[in-house]
T-cell receptor, first 113, second 112 residues
């Protein structure tokens, strides 16, 4: 009965590869997010989606392409992985917009070699 | 652009003492201020939040205060315990923006 889930938990890959991270929430929320947390623990918003529509794209390289097939899912595809993409990626959701509690997924630790 | 500054970046306290973490936000239209606790290797989890129409909120050993005029809000943890050791993040948001602005985090260590 996990509220926000992500797969995989760990991802180790070579530079130049393409990889995807999947996120699902069973809270009935309208808004979903992707965050990147670097080695210094800074939490940086990447994308916000509301009702499957992209709302926020925080100057993320276009190698990152989010896709929301429905309100409960928000996936992140990354092309041509670079060393600097190594980080923990968190998915999150909130009921509607940003004046409600945000729930985070467990994170995906991506290591690019 | 919007910004949230958080201080201190690290904080060590003796068990039983109080800890205070302070944040300042730049956008005066911000109206929701959550605090998250992130334990090592885990996800951030909400511990307390406050909305702009309230000046203070308390939940057992944790309290948050908000000064809208000064655009400051603070987290207060009393009677700290070793399990309070974690990284704490403040955030600010406003309705309709679909974006939370996070502070840079405070690593709290409670020494037994």
């Amino acid at each position: 009965d996990t509220a926000v889930s992500q797969t995989p938990k760990y991802l180790v890959t070579q530079m130049g590869n393409d990889k995807s991270i999947k996120c699902e929430q069973n809270l009935g929320h309208d808004t979903m997010y992707w965050y990147k947390q670097d080695s210094k623990k800074f939490l940086k918003i990447m994308f916000s989606y509301n009702n499957k529509e992209l709302i926020i794209n925080e100057t993320v390289p276009n190698r990152f392409s989010p896709k929301s097939p429905d309100k409960a899912h928000l996936n992140l595809h990354i092309n041509s992985l670079e060393l600097g993409d190594s980080a923990v990626y968190f998915c999150a959701s909130s009921r509607s917009g940003t004046t409600d509690t945000q729930y985070f997924g467990p994170g995906t630790r991506l290591t690019v070699l | 652009g919007e910004n949230v500054e958080q201080h201190p970046s690290t904080l060590s306290v003796q068990e039983g003492d109080s800890a205070v973490i302070k944040c300042t936000y730049s956008d005066s239209a911000s109206n929701y201020f959550p605090w998250y606790k992130q334990e090592l290797g885990k996800r951030p989890q909400l511990i307390i939040d406050i909305r702009s129409n309230v000046g203070e909120k308390k939940d057992q050993r944790i309290a948050v205060t908000l000064n809208k005029t000064a655009k400051h809000f603070s987290l207060h943890i009393t009677e700290t315990q070793p399990e309070d050791s974690a990284v704490y993040f403040c955030a600010a948001s406003k309705a309709g923006t679909y974006k939370y602005i996070f502070g840079t985090g405070t690593r709290l260590k409670v020494l037994a």
